[in-house]
């Protein structure tokens, strides 16, 4: 089992429609997530971070996080052709002294016009 | 402020030859990791520093790859010698741990490699 898995995608979604990312991860300990967009050619970029169960908002983006079923989804609303990325869970598991963050293989969103 | 510097963008080599990467974190992140992000596929953690101590180094091919952060500032990533598998980007980031406790990972460029 990966640590931290993705639905690939494609997923395509019409332009102004809700955009629903999801993640799944298997330490239990972990106690950080993330959510990193992707365009192509170009390095990860941090748009949406959550700690704590429920829900979190910024702008059109919403992180839900639920520890209990190790699962963590990204809402986009009103989406953008500019939103056509690929979008990276990723999960940090401390352990020691140390914590690791590790990424899931991302999903490839497309927003059509 | 500043954001990670890579260096170079992009190189093309022929296998069995050497290569090094360089990364220049923000000022003042005391952890520093490099990952290799083969296309299609997340990025893969290859060694994380804690200042200039190895904290994970576990997916490092040892055999052939080798980094080092001297000073605890800037780091390199060598290759050598590389393999045709070796083509991939090579992400370089710092991160912070805020006042909350909570850490912050920011991003290089990437350095794009070639093998051929």
């Known amino acids: 089992q990966k640590e931290v898995e993705q639905n690939s995608g494609p997923l395509s979604v019409p332009e102004g429609a809700i955009a629903s990312l999801n993640c799944t991860y298997s330490?239990?300990?972990?106690?950080?997530f993330f959510w990193y967009r992707q365009y192509s050619g170009k390095s990860p970029e941090l748009i949406m971070s959550?700690?704590?169960?429920g829900d979190k908002e910024d702008g059109r983006f919403t992180a839900q996080l639920n520890k209990a079923s190790q699962y963590v989804s990204l809402l986009i609303r009103d989406s953008q052709p500019s939103d056509s990325a690929t979008y990276l869970c990723?999960?940090?598991?401390?352990?020691?002294?140390?914590?690791?963050?590790?990424f899931g293989s991302g999903t490839r969103l497309s927003i059509r016009p | 402020e500043a954001g990670v510097a890579q260096s170079p963008r992009y190189k093309i080599i022929e296998k069995r030859q050497s290569v090094a990467f360089w990364c220049n974190p923000i000022?003042?992140?005391?952890?520093l990791y490099w990952y290799q992000q083969i296309l299609g596929q997340g990025p893969k953690l290859l060694i994380q520093?804690?200042?200039?101590?190895?904290?994970?180094d576990s997916q490092l091919p040892k055999d052939r790859f080798s980094a080092e952060r001297l000073k605890g500032v800037d780091s390199t990533l060598k290759i050598q010698p590389a393999k045709l598998e070796d083509s991939a980007v090579y992400l370089c980031?710092?991160?912070?741990?805020?006042?909350?406790?909570?850490?912050?990972?920011?991003f290089g460029p990437g350095t794009r490699l070639l093998v051929l």
């Open positions: 000022s003042g992140h005391a952890t």
């Open positions: 959550i700690y704590s169960n």
């Open positions: 980031a710092s991160s912070l741990v805020g006042t909350s406790g909570q850490e912050t990972q920011y």
């Open positions: 520093f804690q200042n200039n101590g190895v904290v994970d």
């Open positions: 330490d239990r300990v972990s106690q950080s």
């Open positions: 990723a999960v940090n598991s401390a352990y020691s002294s140390a914590s690791k963050i590790i």
